[in-house]
């Protein structure tokens, strides 16, 4: 799953979740290698800031992200449904 559909389903910003895969960038790639894509802006766009940088995680890398997040609602549904699923 690439970061910016897991941000959807948390319901947070890309920002904050790119933000924690690189500050615990060491520990993400413990669990595989990080596999990272640049998302272009479209042709219609006026310029500004132009490159996201999008990062797919395997299930273990985004497990290890689930337990770094707070506890929001979101956050704790996807925590029980990853628990539920390892049963």
């Not at 690439?2 to 500050?23: D, G, P, Q, T, V």
């Not at 960038?25 to 132009?50: A, C, D, H, Q, V």
């Not at 337990?67 to 925590?79: F, G, Y």
């Given at each position: 799953?690439?970061?910016?559909?897991?941000?959807?389903?948390?319901?947070?910003?890309?920002?904050?979740?790119?933000?924690?895969?690189?500050?615990?960038?060491?520990?993400?790639?413990?669990?595989?290698?990080?596999?990272?894509?640049?998302?272009?802006?479209?042709?219609?766009?006026?310029?500004?800031?132009?490159?996201?940088?999008?990062?797919?995680?395997?299930?273990?890398?985004?497990?290890?992200?689930?337990?770094?997040?707070?506890n929001?609602?979101?956050?704790?549904?996807l925590?029980?449904?990853?628990?539920?699923?390892?049963?």
């Amino acid at each position: 799953m690439n970061s910016i559909k897991l941000a959807e389903k948390l319901n947070m910003s890309h920002f904050s979740i790119y933000r924690i895969i690189c500050l615990h960038r060491n520990y993400f790639e413990e669990l595989g290698p990080i596999k990272e894509k640049k998302l272009l802006p479209g042709k219609n766009t006026k310029g500004g800031r132009p490159i996201i940088f999008i990062k797919h995680l395997n299930q273990l890398q985004i497990n290890f992200l689930i337990s770094l997040l707070k506890n929001t609602p979101e956050t704790v549904k996807l925590k029980f449904k990853t628990i539920k699923s390892m049963l």
